[in-house]
């Protein structure tokens, strides 16, 4: 497995690769947050070891970029602050699990074989098909019979509350609540709105339809 390690400290950064090693990753470094962000993007890791205090860009800032972007590589943060807001900061930015400084390489370790298994768990459950369409909840990428469809963040939210509950037949409001949540200070025309967009890229270039309208109910998903 391939691991990235961002980290300014030169000699922590050279522990953390001799101990890797040992336990067969391949491991690259970087020295500052820009790197570090750089190297995420041209390179398939399977984690990314941050630390939150780094030059040129911090830790915090890297990860929130890199899922901004939908890069949803396991990030396992590094800090030298042990507060809960610390703490916190990095899980709202999209870590997934963090180490103290200091710390034993033997935790930093069992915490990337956590991951490792909570990673297998997503990838087993990362794929939603309903008749020719395919989403990939990892590469947040859709495509329906082979060709890929440019959806926005709502729409392909939209989209997996509906593949999740196939054959269902959904009310507006449990719609809002479902995909909105607390954003939903509208009118429930919103569901409208959005299922239109929907239909536009996923049913209409295509022969069958997967979304009906339900009249005085709402919608559903199904296969022809």
């Known amino acids: ?45 399977d984690f990314i070891i941050l630390d939150v205090m780094l030059p040129g860009r911090d830790g ?13 590589v396991p ?21 997934d699990d963090y180490v103290v400084k200091p710390f ?11 991951l490792a298994r909570r990673r297998t768990e997503e990838l087993a459950s990362a794929i939603l098909e309903a008749d020719g369409l395919h989403m990939d909840l990892i590469r947040h990428e ?16 939209l989209l997996e509350f509906f593949l999740r509950h196939q054959g269902q037949v959904l009310t507006r409001t449990q719609l809002l609540n479902g995909v909105w949540r607390y954003d939903a200070d509208t009118a429930s025309n919103v569901v409208d709105i959005y299922v239109h967009y929907l239909r536009e890229k996923v049913d209409r270039p295509f022969t069958s339809k997967l979304l009906h309208t339900v009249r005085g109910i709402g919608y559903s998903l199904r296969s022809p």
Request: proline content about 0%; some cysteine; aromatic content about 4%.
């Open 1 to 45: 497995m391939r691991v990235l390690v961002v980290e300014d400290e030169e000699r922590l950064a050279r522990l953390l690769r001799r101990v890797l090693e040992e336990e067969h990753y391949v491991v690259d470094l970087a020295g500052d947050g820009i790197a570090g962000e750089d190297l995420a993007r041209s390179a398939a890791y």
């Open 60 to 72: 915090i800032s890297v990860c929130r970029r890199l899922r901004e972007d939908h890069l949803n």
């Open 75 to 95: 990030i396992l943060m590094l800090t030298a602050r042990d507060s809960v807001e610390d703490r916190v900061r990095g899980l709202d930015a999209g870590a």
């Open 104 to 114: 034993a390489f033997a935790e930093l370790l069992a915490r990337l074989r956590s």
């Open 142 to 157: 859709v495509r329906r019979d082979g060709l890929r469809l440019d959806l926005t963040a709502k729409e392909f939210a």
